[in-house]
């Protein structure tokens, strides 16, 4: 695995294409695909990199590959990763910021963007008792937002399904009430600056309370499984700095006093949250 890190970083050094690169190195791809997990991230079953069932297996952190065989131990070694570990890492800090905002206020409206399955719900569904506010789930995959709307219902009958790409639905949102905590977990390692800015920019004038929280992550540069991911198999995200993140904030016009950004335990995701300042 660090050889054929080093490999690709050479090629890419000499100028080479994705394409190219993984033309060249088929060979390993093919066995790196005899992990049932790296097979996953190349052909992406659902047809979009990241998908919900993706993140699930990610999470959860159990091997569906031959005991025994290359493919179980690659799959071992990604499986119990700090690559791994970040995304749990993440979907812990999310859980906990919820279980704050629906404590501070039973009546608290929350709005998970491109919720996924909500597993970072799964640990504060029990502050959820007697809940009375309302929590908007977001995903454009429906089988995600049903197995989320299952997970939560088990909890709270308080929610309500919102399809589609959020980009579009954060203007339907506009004439709801504004939210006390809007989530968005690892979104933005897939959106262009300019969709992030919009997207900031929305959520923060529009669709928070004042003092609202917005929670966002982004896997940062220099992470050391890029090459991996990217050219072992399929799954090429955005990487970001904290002075970058910074800069979109500062373009989605959000004062940079508003604006907090820290590593979680691995140092491989940026935690950025963002404290809409009362006028």
């Known amino acids: 695995m660090k050889q054929f890190g080093d490999t690709v970083e050479e090629l890419e050094r000499w100028g080479w294409s994705t394409e190219r690169i993984q033309t060249e190195l088929a060979p390993s791809r093919e066995v790196f695909a005899t992990s049932s997990f790296m097979r996953r991230c190349q052909r992406w079953p659902r047809g979009y990199a990241g998908d919900f069932e993706t993140i699930e297996y990610l999470a959860a952190g159990v091997s569906y590959s031959i005991p025994g065989t290359i493919g179980w131990h690659f799959e071992d070694i990604i499986l119990h990763s700090p690559m791994a570990q970040q995304h749990r890492n993440k979907l812990d800090h999310q859980a906990k910021e919820i279980a704050q905002a629906v404590l501070r206020s039973r009546n608290a409206r929350v709005l998970s963007v491109a919720c996924g399955g909500c597993l970072d719900w799964a640990s ?146 940026i935690l950025t949250r963002i404290v809409k300042v009362e006028r």
């Open 124 to 269: 504060a569904t029990p502050c959820l008792e007697n809940f009375a506010g309302e929590i908007v789930l977001n995903d454009f995959e429906p089988d995600a937002l049903a197995l989320a709307a299952t997970r939560l219902r088990a909890a709270t009958c308080q929610i309500r399904l919102e399809p589609g790409n959020i980009l579009r639905v954060s203007k339907r949102l506009t004439r709801c009430p504004p939210f006390n905590l809007v989530i968005a977990g690892g979104l933005f390692d897939y959106l262009s600056d300019k969709a992030i800015i919009l997207l900031l920019r929305s959520v923060h004038e529009d669709l928070l309370v004042p003092s609202g929280v917005l929670l966002f992550t982004n896997l940062a540069k220099g992470n050391p499984w890029r090459t991996l991911m990217g050219h072992g198999s399929n799954w090429s995200l955005n990487e970001r700095t904290e002075g970058q993140i910074r800069e979109l904030c500062r373009d989605a016009s959000i004062p940079q006093s508003a604006v907090f950004v820290k590593r979680e335990a691995t140092g491989l995701a």
